[in-house]
């Protein structure tokens, strides 16, 4: 069964260091999503993406943040300068329907851990 | 301001029918979604839609502005965390989560 994979699973980086995260939607899929977990706060939406463009973003996803899909199937998060207060979880999804209302199911990987000391 | 509201915890016994109830205040928002969170692993939808539903053991209540999740005869292998989560515009909006706790 196709699914959402993520690297790496984990890790460790210093603050100030540029972090990129790693995730290859499934590859019929169109709509592409960060979201992030502080561990035990809630899931928190970071930004959608389609079309090779951001649809939507949410205030944490600051001008320390950016996103891109370099080659057709990867997806990436990177953080510029991260913080202490980014250490999380972080989730890509995807899902199969153009954006928009009711679209459905989102397809998560199982998410990469990021500590930031 | 969109949000998901949902309780932090609920208890149940084996075999017991349990039920996690989900409000929102999220803009346009017709569906709900309710996913279940093993930590460590990806977060996996159970039920959706706009209208009462049923997959398997897992029952779907449907308001506008409101959903329940029932699940049925309940196992000690159905403790974990439970999202309700609505869609707004592009982005889906989750709850805090509900962890369950059943009790043998």
């Known amino acids: 069964e196709p699914e959402v994979t993520q690297t790496p699973s984990h890790q460790v980086t210093q603050m100030g260091q540029e972090v990129i995260l790693r995730c290859v939607p499934i590859?019929?899929?169109?709509?592409f999503y960060w979201y992030r977990q502080i561990l035990g706060q809630k899931v928190e939406f970071l930004v959608s993406f389609y079309n090779n463009e951001i649809s939507e973003k949410s205030e944490i996803f600051d001008d320390q943040f950016s996103v891109e899909r370099p080659d057709g199937s990867n997806f990436t998060l990177k953080i510029r300068s991260t913080k202490l207060e980014d250490s999380a979880m972080y989730f890509c999804?995807?899902?199969?329907?153009?954006?928009?209302?009711?679209?459905?199911?989102?397809?998560f990987g199982e998410g990469s851990r990021l500590t930031v000391l | 301001k969109d949000q998901v509201f949902q309780p932090s915890t609920v208890a149940s016994s084996e075999g017991a029918v349990v039920e996690i109830f989900c409000n929102h205040s999220?803009?346009?928002?017709?569906?709900f979604f309710w996913y279940l969170h093993f930590p460590g692993c990806a977060p996996r939808l159970l039920v959706k839609?706009?209208?009462?539903?049923q997959q398997g053991r897992y029952n779907m209540t449907y308001e506008r502005f409101s959903s329940s999740l029932l699940i049925l005869q309940v196992r000690e292998a159905d403790a974990a965390v439970y999202y309700c989560?609505?869609?707004?515009?592009?982005?889906?909006?989750f709850g805090a989560g509900t962890r369950l706790f059943v009790k043998a």
């Open positions: 839609g706009s209208k009462p539903s």
């Open positions: 999804a995807s899902t199969p329907l153009a954006g928009g209302p009711n679209t459905g199911e989102l397809f």
């Open positions: 999220v803009s346009n928002a017709y569906n």
């Open positions: 590859s019929n899929h169109l709509y």
């Open positions: 989560a609505c869609e707004g515009g592009f982005k889906t909006i």
